[in-house]
C-alpha cells in the first residue's frame, strides 16, 4: 500500500476494530463470573421463593398461583412452584423436565438464548422456583446493537483525521511539482501551525533565496551579454591601433582605458547580484546611520577637490537602524558619487540626514542640471543613462543607483529622485530599528 492516506485509514480501521472486538471478549469474560448483576438477580429470585412458598404455606393452592400471578403481571416470564420431584403445586403437572433444564443458580448466559430458564431451591429441597424468562436485566451485551452510532461517528472522525494529515502533504507535493517544473513564483502560502505548517514555511523560504539567486544569475548574465558588447567592440579597436599606431604609448592608454572600464563594470554587476542574490546569507545588525554618513562624506572629500566642489553635510542627530552595514554603505557612496560627477565646479553636494516620525530621511542634492521629469524613475534602471557620452565621460556604468536601490529595498527602505531646481535631489527613508537610539549628535561633519 503506497497511499500514506489509505495507510492511516487502514490504521485507524484496525484499531477501531481491535477496540470492539475486545470490547465484546472482554464483556463476555465478564458477564460469566459472579458479578453484581448476578447477585441482585438471584436475591429478587429468592425473594419470589419465600413469598410464594408462604403463600402456599398459608393459602394453598389458590393463594399459591394468585402469588404466581402477581409476579407474573409485574415482572416478565412464568413462574412455577415445584416439588423436589418436579410436580407444579399450583395446578399438579408435571415439570421434571423443566427443573432439570434449569441451572441452580442464575448467571447470565453466554451467548443468551431467547428464553433461559432460572431456578432457585429452598433450603432443604422441598421446594423449587423455576422462572422461564422472556427478558433479563440490563447486561453489557444487550447494548451491543446501540453502539452502531458511536462506530460509524469513530469512522468518520477517523476519515477526517486521515484527510487532515494527508491534505497538506498533498498541497506541498503539488507545490514542489509546480517549483519542480519551473514555476519559481509558486509557495504554499500555509498558515497552519502544526509541523506540516513549519515545513510549508521553510519551504516558501528556501523557494525565495532559489527565485532570488536564479533571477539574479539569469539577469547578471543578460546585462554582462548586452553591456560588454561596446567595450569589448571598442578595446579590439583599440588593440588594432595600437598595432599600427605611431604613438604607441597613447594607444596603449586607451586599451588599458578600456580594460579598466570593463573591470569596473565587471565589478558593478557582482555588487549588484550579491545585493539582491541571496539575503538570506546577510545578517542584520544595529547599525549607527550617522556614522555611515559620516563615513561615506569623509571618504568623498577626496573626490570632490578633485573635481573642484565641496560636500556640506548637516546632521543634527544620531540615528540606528536595523540592517546589514556594508550594503548600506555602498549605496549611500553610490548616491554620492552620482551626485559628484554631475554637479558643476564650484558648487556644493548638499548632504542632509534627520528623522521624520520613525524613519530615517537621508536627501543628497548636486547643483547639475537635473533630470527630465519622465525620467526620473528611469535612473533607478541598471545601465540606464540620460546623456550615453556624459556618462562616458564621467566614467559612470549606469548602475550606482541601481545597486542602490535594491539595497534600500533590502532594507524595506524608500529611495526615490525628484529635481531641486537647479540640481538633482535623491531622498532616501529607512526604518528605523526598534528600540533605536535618536540622539542629538555630538560632532557635525564640516567639508
Same mark, same amino acid.
Given at each position: /500500500?503506497?497511499?500514506?492516506?489509505?495507510?492511516?485509514?487502514?490504521?485507524?480501521?484496525?484499531?477501531?476494530?481491535?477496540?470492539?472486538?475486545?470490547?465484546?471478549?472482554?464483556?463476555?469474560?465478564?458477564?460469566?463470573?459472579?458479578?453484581?448483576?448476578?447477585?441482585?438477580?438471584?436475591?429478587?429470585?429468592? /425473594?419470589?421463593?419465600?413469598?410464594?412458598?408462604?403463600?402456599?404455606?398459608?393459602?394453598?393452592?389458590?393463594?399459591?398461583?394468585?402469588?404466581?400471578?402477581?409476579?407474573?403481571?409485574?415482572?416478565?416470564?412464568?413462574? +412455577?412452584?415445584?416439588?423436589?420431584?418436579?410436580?407444579?403445586?399450583?395446578?399438579?403437572?408435571?415439570?421434571?423436565?423443566?427443573?432439570?433444564?434449569?441451572?441452580?443458580?442464575?448467571?447470565?448466559?453466554?451467548?443468551?438464548?431467547?428464553?433461559?430458564?432460572?431456578?432457585?431451591?429452598?433450603?432443604?429441597?422441598?421446594?423449587?422456583?423455576?422462572?422461564?424468562?422472556?427478558?433479563?436485566?440490563?447486561?453489557?451485551?444487550?447494548?451491543?446493537?446501540? +453502539?452502531?452510532?458511536?462506530?460509524?461517528?469513530?469512522?468518520? $472522525?477517523?476519515?477526517?483525521?486521515?484527510?487532515?494529515?494527508?491534505?497538506?502533504?498533498?498541497?506541498?507535493?503539488? =507545490?514542489?511539482?509546480?517549483?519542480?517544473?519551473?514555476?519559481?513564483?509558486?509557495? =504554499?502560502?500555509?498558515?497552519?501551525?502544526?509541523?506540516?505548517?513549519?515545513?510549508?514555511?521553510?519551504?516558501?523560504?528556501?523557494?525565495?533565496?532559489?527565485?532570488?539567486?536564479? =533571477?539574479?544569475?539569469?539577469?547578471?548574465?543578460?546585462?554582462?551579454?548586452?553591456?560588454?558588447?561596446?567595450?569589448?567592440?571598442?578595446?579590439?579597436?583599440?588593440?588594432?591601433?595600437?598595432?599600427?599606431?605611431?604613438?604607441?604609448?597613447?594607444?596603449?592608454?586607451?586599451?588599458?582605458?578600456?580594460?579598466?572600464?570593463?573591470?569596473?563594470?565587471?565589478?558593478?554587476?557582482?555588487? /549588484?547580484?550579491?545585493?539582491?542574490?541571496?539575503?538570506?546569507?546577510?545578517?542584520?545588525?544595529?547599525?549607527?546611520?550617522?556614522?555611515?554618513?559620516?563615513?561615506?562624506?569623509?571618504?568623498?572629500?577626496?573626490?570632490?577637490?578633485?573635481?573642484?566642489?565641496?560636500?556640506?553635510?548637516?546632521?543634527?542627530?544620531?540615528?540606528?537602524?536595523?540592517?546589514?552595514?556594508?550594503?548600506?554603505?555602498?549605496? /549611500?557612496?553610490?548616491?554620492?558619487?552620482?551626485?559628484?560627477?554631475?554637479?558643476?565646479?564650484?558648487?556644493?553636494?548638499?548632504?542632509? $540626514?534627520?528623522?521624520?516620525?520613525?524613519?530615517?530621511?537621508?536627501?543628497?542634492?548636486?547643483?547639475?542640471?537635473?533630470?527630465?521629469?519622465?525620467?526620473?524613475?528611469?535612473?533607478?534602471?541598471?545601465?540606464?543613462?540620460?546623456?550615453?557620452?556624459?556618462?562616458?565621460?564621467?566614467?559612470?556604468?549606469?548602475?550606482?543607483?541601481?545597486?542602490?536601490?535594491?539595497?534600500?529595498?533590502?532594507?524595506?527602505?524608500?529611495?526615490?529622485?525628484?529635481?531641486?531646481?537647479?540640481?538633482?535631489?535623491?531622498?532616501?527613508?529607512?526604518?528605523?530599528?526598534?528600540?533605536?537610539?535618536?540622539?542629538?549628535?555630538?560632532? =557635525?561633519?564640516?567639508?
Amino acid at each position: /500500500m503506497r497511499s500514506i492516506f489509505l495507510r492511516i485509514l487502514a490504521w485507524f480501521g484496525i484499531l477501531l476494530l481491535f477496540s470492539f472486538v475486545a470490547f465484546v471478549i472482554t464483556t463476555a469474560l465478564l458477564i460469566r463470573q459472579d458479578n453484581p448483576v448476578d447477585r441482585f438477580t438471584n436475591l429478587v429470585v429468592k /425473594m419470589q421463593l419465600d413469598d410464594a412458598v408462604a403463600a402456599y404455606q398459608a393459602g394453598g393452592v389458590k393463594a399459591l398461583a394468585s402469588c404466581l400471578e402477581r409476579f407474573n403481571r409485574y415482572l416478565p416470564g412464568e413462574r +412455577y412452584l415445584l416439588d423436589a420431584s418436579g410436580r407444579d403445586l399450583a395446578t399438579n403437572a408435571d415439570r421434571a423436565a423443566l427443573l432439570a433444564a434449569a441451572p441452580p443458580a442464575f448467571r447470565f448466559p453466554w451467548p443468551p438464548p431467547k428464553q433461559p430458564v432460572i431456578r432457585q431451591a429452598t433450603a432443604d429441597g422441598r421446594y423449587h422456583l423455576v422462572i422461564r424468562a422472556k427478558g433479563l436485566p440490563s447486561a453489557p451485551y444487550n447494548y451491543l446493537p446501540y +453502539y452502531a452510532w458511536i462506530v460509524l461517528v469513530l469512522v468518520s $472522525l477517523c476519515y477526517a483525521m486521515a484527510f487532515t494529515l494527508v491534505k497538506p502533504l498533498r498541497q506541498l507535493r503539488d =507545490t514542489l511539482s509546480k517549483f519542480g517544473g519551473g514555476d519559481l513564483a509558486v509557495r =504554499t502560502g500555509s498558515t497552519r501551525r502544526d509541523e506540516f505548517g513549519d515545513v510549508s514555511r521553510v519551504f516558501d523560504k528556501m523557494a525565495d533565496r532559489i527565485q532570488a539567486l536564479l =533571477t539574479a544569475e539569469r539577469r547578471l548574465l543578460q546585462d554582462i551579454s548586452h553591456e560588454l558588447r561596446s567595450p569589448l567592440a571598442r578595446l579590439g579597436f583599440a588593440v588594432e591601433l595600437a598595432r599600427n599606431a605611431e604613438d604607441r604609448q597613447a594607444a596603449l592608454d586607451r586599451v588599458k582605458k578600456e580594460a579598466v572600464r570593463i573591470s569596473n563594470l565587471v565589478g558593478e554587476l557582482l555588487d /549588484m547580484s550579491r545585493v539582491e542574490g541571496d539575503p538570506g546569507v546577510r545578517t542584520a545588525a544595529q547599525v549607527d546611520l550617522t556614522e555611515l554618513v559620516d563615513s561615506a562624506v569623509d571618504d568623498a572629500f577626496i573626490e570632490a577637490d578633485a573635481r573642484n566642489c565641496k560636500i556640506v553635510p548637516q546632521i543634527e542627530r544620531t540615528l540606528e537602524i536595523s540592517g546589514d552595514a556594508e550594503l548600506l554603505r555602498r549605496a /549611500m557612496e553610490n548616491v554620492l558619487r552620482n551626485a559628484l560627477r554631475h554637479t558643476p565646479e564650484h558648487t556644493a553636494v548638499e548632504v542632509s $540626514l534627520r528623522r521624520e516620525n520613525a524613519a530615517a530621511v537621508l536627501t543628497i542634492r548636486d547643483h547639475g542640471t537635473g533630470v527630465p521629469p519622465d525620467m526620473l524613475e528611469d535612473i533607478f534602471r541598471p545601465f540606464f543613462r540620460t546623456d550615453d557620452d556624459r556618462s562616458r565621460s564621467t566614467g559612470g556604468v549606469g548602475l550606482g543607483l541601481a545597486i542602490a536601490r535594491r539595497a534600500i529595498h533590502f532594507h524595506h527602505g524608500e529611495i526615490a529622485a525628484e529635481n531641486a531646481d537647479p540640481g538633482l535631489r535623491i531622498t532616501i527613508r529607512l526604518p528605523l530599528a526598534p528600540g533605536g537610539t535618536s540622539r542629538p549628535r555630538l560632532r =557635525t561633519s564640516s567639508a
